[in-house]
């Protein structure tokens, strides 16, 4: 059993640079990149091998087969998990999911 593989779409790298830019803008760039890499590494650390994690609670987002993990309790990580790979689709501010 290998590592699952994590592809990155180009809306949770959009997602996540708004997010960053508007840290940036409030004269926070060290907080904007640390941010950034805090990110990727709670993704990287998450183990998809061993965890099937839980549909969104969202009807729209759980009736596609995504997943969701809240980061820091104000963001979501919304993915598609399949056996050995890992999409990630967006990174949203959680109170933007209704449900």
């Known amino acids: ?4 593989k994590i592809i ?3 809306t949770f790298i959009e997602n996540l640079a708004s997010v960053s830019f508007f840290i940036e803008s ?15 590494d709670f993704i990287e650390d998450l183990n998809f ?3 099937e994690y839980a549909r969104c609670r969202d ?3 759980a009736s596609s087969g995504l997943k969701c993990i809240p980061f820091n309790k104000k ?8 056996d050995d790979e890992v999409i ?3 990174f949203v501010a959680s109170k933007m999911i209704h449900w």
């Open 49 to 51: 091998d061993k965890t």
């Open 59 to 61: 009807p729209e987002r």
């Open 8 to 10: 990155f779409l180009d």
């Open 26 to 40: 409030k004269g926070l760039p060290q907080t904007a990149i640390l941010f950034k890499e805090k990110v990727y």
């Open 75 to 82: 963001y979501t990580i919304v993915f598609y998990q399949i």
């Open 1 to 4: 059993m290998g590592k699952t």
């Open 88 to 90: 990630i689709i967006e």
